[in-house]
């Protein structure tokens, strides 16, 4: 059974920072590249970071570019977002998504920054 468990949202203020993880379990994790995904209220799901199998290749959405961080670590099936700097418009459910056969969804983290 897959699994991906997200944890690490909160509430923090702006400039703020936060380490997401996304615990996978269910498949092979060194096999899947990942990816996080945000939702905020009434706005349609956005691609934010993406990590290759190894680690050696990522990519980042405009908005989070120089903010974000996309790192896993293959030894203990994790991926993780560290987000710097964090802006009111980083409030969203953060959701975890692996790449590997029809694809998996965790259940979401909630990150919401305010002052």
């Known amino acids: 059974q897959v699994q991906l468990v997200e944890s690490g949202g909160g509430l923090v203020q702006p400039g703020g920072s936060l380490r997401l993880s996304c615990a996978a379990s269910?498949?092979?994790?060194?096999?899947?590249?990942m990816r996080w995904y945000r939702q905020a209220p009434g706005k349609e799901r956005e691609l934010v970071a993406s990590i290759s199998t190894t680690g050696y290749s990522t990519s980042y959405a405009d908005s989070v570019k120089g903010r974000f961080t996309i790192s896993r670590d293959n030894a203990k099936n994790t991926a993780y977002l560290q987000m710097n700097s964090l802006k009111l418009d980083d409030t969203a459910v953060y959701y975890c998504?692996?790449?590997?056969?029809?694809?998996?969804w965790g259940q979401g983290t909630q990150v919401a920054v305010s002052s």
């Open positions: 269910g498949f092979t994790f060194a096999s899947a590249a």
């Open positions: 998504y692996a790449r590997w056969m029809a694809g998996y």
